[in-house]
């Protein structure tokens, strides 16, 4: 375990117990499961929106989508924070964006703008109804479960021959559109584009670090678009929403690093079991419940 590791792991330590003591229990495990989950091939907003359903939490705060959006800041921070010098490297390539001749980090960039554009302009088409009509805890069962096969086949019919050098635009158009299904809760942002990373032949490293560096323009989108919502918090909700973003914030950047050490000997397969057994799990509690 590095050393960063450990400060890690005793930050998110400190806080579950500050968390505990403040009353902010649930903050806390909805800022968790945010930092585990975004990073994972496994769905971050299929997860917070059954976590609250799950254990009967009718908070309208912990079950609204500024909640969410506002834990995606605390991922935001910590991809940027463990990615910072591929982000500076990519800033200093901005000027030879209009160059014939680039430099890999501009050539980075052309392919991060590239996967970004989909996914922006299906946000802004489909947001709304997707809101609205694509929340519920069946139909995120549904999708974990067919996605999790998705997922288990590509990684394991697909080749890795390939690296992030020969990353080409094409390659993150395609990465891009696939990243326009996490708009469904249950699909998975991270899922959707280390997949098609790796349907693309790319080795499971560089599928998943490219699926990072891609999440985060994004992300800042749907921040900002809601960053009025955030803004009108206030009161105790206030607290609520910095326990869940800083422990969104410390426990993504853990599973950053874990997850990028461990890919290439774990695969994918061991991330689509867990999809279909929590997809059982929910489908059997829906029916039991009557929803």
Same mark, same amino acid.
């Given at each position: 375990?590095?050393?960063?590791?450990?400060?890690?792991?005793?930050?998110?330590?400190?806080?579950?117990?500050?968390?505990?003591?403040?009353?902010?229990?649930?903050?806390?495990?909805?800022?968790? %499961?945010?930092?585990?989950?975004?990073?994972?091939?496994?769905?971050?907003?299929?997860?917070?929106?059954?976590?609250?359903?799950?254990?009967?939490?009718?908070?309208? %705060? %912990?079950?609204?989508?500024?909640?969410?959006?506002?834990?995606?800041?605390?991922?935001?921070?910590?991809?940027?924070?463990?990615?910072?010098?591929?982000?500076?490297?990519?800033?200093?390539?901005?000027?030879?964006?209009?160059?014939?001749?680039?430099?890999?980090?501009?050539?980075?960039?052309?392919?991060?703008?590239?996967?970004?554009?989909?996914?922006?302009?299906?946000?802004?088409?489909?947001?709304?109804?997707?809101?609205?009509?694509?929340?519920?805890?069946?139909?995120?069962?549904?999708?974990?479960?067919?996605?999790?096969?998705?997922?288990?086949?590509?990684?394991?019919?697909?080749?890795?021959?390939?690296?992030?050098?020969?990353?080409?635009?094409?390659?993150?158009?395609?990465?891009?559109?696939?990243?326009?299904?996490?708009?469904?809760?249950?699909?998975?942002?991270?899922?959707?584009?280390?997949?098609?990373?790796?349907?693309?032949?790319?080795?499971?490293?560089?599928?998943?670090?490219?699926?990072?560096?891609?999440?985060?323009?994004?992300?800042?989108?749907?921040?900002?678009?809601?960053?009025?919502?955030? %803004?009108?918090?206030?009161?105790?909700?206030?607290?609520?929403?910095?326990?869940?973003?800083?422990?969104?914030?410390?426990?993504?950047?853990?599973?950053?690093?874990?997850?990028?050490?461990?890919?290439?000997?774990?695969?994918?397969?061991?991330?689509?079991?867990?999809?279909?057994?929590?997809?059982?799990?929910?489908?059997?509690?829906?029916?039991?419940?009557?929803?």
């Amino acid at each position: 375990m590095t050393r960063m590791t450990q400060v890690l792991v005793a930050g998110v330590v400190v806080l579950a117990v500050v968390a505990v003591v403040l009353g902010q229990s649930a903050a806390f495990l909805m800022g968790a %499961l945010q930092g585990v989950t975004e990073f994972l091939p496994i769905s971050s907003s299929g997860h917070l929106i059954l976590l609250p359903w799950l254990f009967g939490w009718q908070d309208p %705060l %912990l079950n609204s989508l500024t909640f969410d959006v506002a834990l995606h800041i605390g991922t935001l921070v910590a991809v940027v924070a463990y990615f910072w010098g591929d982000w500076m490297a990519l800033l200093n390539a901005v000027p030879q964006l209009a160059r014939p001749h680039q430099s890999p980090a501009a050539k980075m960039l052309w392919a991060v703008i590239i996967g970004t554009i989909p996914a922006a302009i299906a946000g802004i088409l489909l947001q709304k109804p997707i809101e609205a009509y694509l929340r519920s805890p069946l139909q995120i069962a549904v999708v974990l479960a067919v996605m999790g096969l998705v997922i288990a086949f590509i990684d394991r019919q697909s080749a890795a021959t390939r690296d992030l050098p020969s990353l080409t635009w094409r390659d993150a158009l395609w990465i891009g559109l696939a990243q326009t299904l996490a708009l469904m809760p249950g699909v998975s942002r991270s899922g959707a584009t280390m997949s098609a990373g790796r349907a693309l032949q790319f080795d499971r490293a560089t599928a998943a670090r490219f699926a990072f560096l891609l999440s985060m323009p994004i992300t800042l989108a749907a921040v900002i678009t809601k960053l009025k919502d955030l %803004l009108a918090v206030s009161g105790n909700d206030v607290i609520t929403m910095v326990i869940g973003i800083v422990t969104s914030a410390l426990v993504g950047w853990l599973v950053i690093d874990l997850m990028l050490q461990w890919i290439r000997r774990i695969g994918f397969g061991w991330f689509a079991y867990y999809r279909i057994g929590m997809a059982i799990v929910v489908i059997g509690l829906w029916f039991i419940r009557g929803a």
